[in-house]
Every structure is written in C-alpha cells, then in structure tokens.
C-alpha cells in the first residue's frame, strides 16, 4: 500500500471522459500505479461487483493493490486489497473486522477532530481533503488547504497521511512537502488524454520530491 500516488478511477468522471473504467484501471496500471481505488458511487451493486472482480484480476499481475470506495461487501466479495470509507459510510474499525488483520484500511477525514477520532481506529491511512478545490467528487465540505494537512501528518506519525482533492502535477509536491505520504488523484490523471503518460509523469515527480 505504501505509494505516493493512488489513482482513483472514478466511475463518472471515466463516463464524462468516455473512457471505460477497466480501460482507465489498465493504463493507471501501465503507467506504475501500485495502488487503485475504485468508485462507483451510482452503479449498481452487482455492476460494481463485476467491474472490482475485473479491476483486482486486471492489477494482480502488477503487484498491485485495489481498494474499494465505501462498500466493504464489494471489497471481500471481489477480494480486493482493503477499502476506503467516508464519514458517513461503516466505520473503519468495523471494516478491519469484516476484511481481517491484513486489509487496508483508508478513512476519508476533512477537520482535525475527523483525523484525531480516524486514528483512533484500526485504520491503514488517514486520507485529508479536499485539499484545493475540486470538482470531481462532492464531500459537502470546503477545502482544506495545506494546514490541515501538516496538522493531520505530525498527529498522524507513522500513520501515512493521503491529500485528496484538487491535486495536480504542477500542486502535488506542495502537498507532499506539507506532510502527506501521497497524494490521492482523479481528474489530473486525464489531463492530456494520455493516462498512463500522466501517471508515470505524476511518479517521477513524487520520487523526486521525495529524494
């Protein structure tokens, strides 16, 4: 799981892009992305089911991991790596219960409070957003800015901090020289209709922000 880049194939924002979501995991995937997060927050329960068996099967042979937004249940069934939740969505250390000791576990946070109460859980990382602004995903919240993001990584200690919301190739090594241990992104990574160009773009960047 430890990445500095998720790539987030999101369901509606491949429909606006008329790209099939297995098609965005495949070139994630060719670019270097290690982790995968799928969401698909309108498709029905058993066409996301079939697109997570599809996503895991695809990302095996990469050594990759595939988490799943929200639904825990799609995540065991599919036998993806872990699950991400939501404030609103079952509770990260109920999820570690129903995945096992193993899984990752990733808990959407937007206030200090929501990072302290996050990892108080048994969670695998603490995701921070929305950063900047976005449009790709509605979290009902504004954004967050780099503070919050230094705040969450000194709490956080040798729990990995995820920035999402708004990141960008040309943002992201603020973002990471603020603390986050990687940066979670939707929209950016189909800059240039090249998606396994700007996630291999996106790595070189983190790796050398990182050196």
Not at 53 to 64: I, K, N, T
Not at 161 to 184: C, F, M, P, Q, R
Request: hydrophobic letters at 50%; aromatic letters at 2%.
């Amino acid at each position: 799981m430890v990445s500095p880049l998720h790539a987030i194939v999101d369901v509606e924002t491949a429909a606006r892009a008329n790209v099939a979501p297995l098609d965005l995991a495949h070139a994630f995937l060719d670019g270097g992305a290690l982790v995968i997060q799928l969401r698909a927050k309108r498709l029905s329960s058993s066409a996301f089911l079939e697109l997570a068996d599809a996503c895991v099967r695809l990302a095996s042979p990469h050594g990759a991991s595939v988490v799943i937004n929200d639904r825990v249940d799609i995540a065991r069934l599919s036998g993806a790596a872990g699950v991400h939740v939501g404030q609103d969505d079952l509770p990260a250390a109920a999820a570690r219960r129903l995945l096992g000791a193993n899984s990752i576990i990733g808990c959407s946070t937007h206030t200090l409070a929501q990072v302290e109460a996050a990892l108080r859980e048994p969670v695998s990382y603490v995701a921070v957003g929305p950063v900047f602004g976005t449009r790709s995903k509605d979290t009902g919240y504004a954004a967050v800015g780099l503070v919050l993001v230094s705040s969450a990584a000194r709490l956080a200690g040798q729990v990995p901090v995820v920035a999402i919301g708004g990141v960008t190739l040309e943002n992201a090594k603020s973002v990471i020289d603020a603390g986050a241990a990687a940066v979670a992104v939707i929209s950016d990574l189909l800059v240039g209709n090249d998606p396994s160009r700007r996630t291999r773009a996106f790595l070189r960047s983190l790796a050398h922000n990182r050196v």
